[in-house]
């Protein structure tokens, strides 16, 4: 069994600070990145590569995405298939795993898990974990759709995988598929007025990376967050002020952002947002300093702010 889940409260697992981790890269290492061109995923395969890592990604075709930089192996497979899982894993010493938005994503994940333990490769998971066993039936019970969810995060931390779990706070990258809404003027995602810690991505990609790449970093369960909380109104009024034009939230009108949603999302995906985004228009997610300094002491700098996103976003989108 892996050790029991560590916070960093502001300093490294077992009271290491972050100079004792040597961050070099390691040429041999090769990582198999699951969701490589997706929200999660995507942000670690640069930053793998950045270092000087070899990066694998399991891929139902085998075409080059524009999303996949040069330099990716792209292995042809499928994860629910337990012997495409397998040869994927085969020369890899470490994975990045994130939940794909599909009704089997246990049965998948114990899949993943168990050709990892087989293989003997690495495991760091990006998503959502609650540590303690209470709290997370509490939240099941309040939030019944995460029960897999939170199923996939004890099934992985509990793993012989020396596993790492990165518990990450709302999305700024949720935005991203409402672009076309925010350029015309319409915020849609609803969010408490009392705000949500939003982590930008970009962050816990070269977090992850890190970790991938150093095989003594230690296990346990890390807790990482964005720069502040902002809420729904606040989230449009920036995107206003970084586009110049007028910027409606639209999340106080559950019709609406319910419609919105259905107009830009499908199948499970769209079933996980309504529920995740009812939950977070009724529930503030206050941002949490010892995670902030957890994430300053792993990136070696202060964490992206959401208006730092929205700034790089708004410029990207009208270029």
Known sequence: MAPNSVSLAGVLPCGLARADFDWKVQMAFTTLVIGSTGTVGGTVVPEVLARGGKVRALVRRKVRDQQLPDGVE???????????????????????????????????????????????????????????????????????????????????????????????????????????????????????????????????GEIAAKILLDSKFPAGWIGLSGAEAVNGQQSADLWAEELGRPVRYLGDDTEAWHAAFAKRLTGHKLTDWISSFEFLSRQPIPTDQARVEATTELLGRAPRSYRDYVRDMAKQWQA
């Open 74 to 204: 792209l292995h042809v497979g499928d994860l629910t298939d337990e012997r495409s899982v397998r040869e994927a894993l085969e020369g890899v010493q470490a994975a990045f795993y994130v939940s794909p938005h599909v009704e089997q994503e246990v049965e998948i994940a114990e899949t993943f898990v168990a050709a990892c333990e087989a293989a003997g490769v690495r495991l760091v998971f990006g998503g959502f974990h609650i540590v303690d066993p209470a709290a997370r039936a509490a939240f099941t019970q309040m939030v019944p759709s995460y029960e897999g969810k939170l199923k996939v995060g004890e099934i992985i931390s509990e793993s012989d995988t020396n596993p790492v779990v990165l518990d990450l706070t709302n999305f700024a990258q949720n935005d991203e598929p409402f672009r076309e809404d925010i350029l015309a003027g319409v915020y849609p995602m609803p969010l408490h007025h009392d705000g949500a810690n939003r982590i930008d991505l970009r962050d816990s």
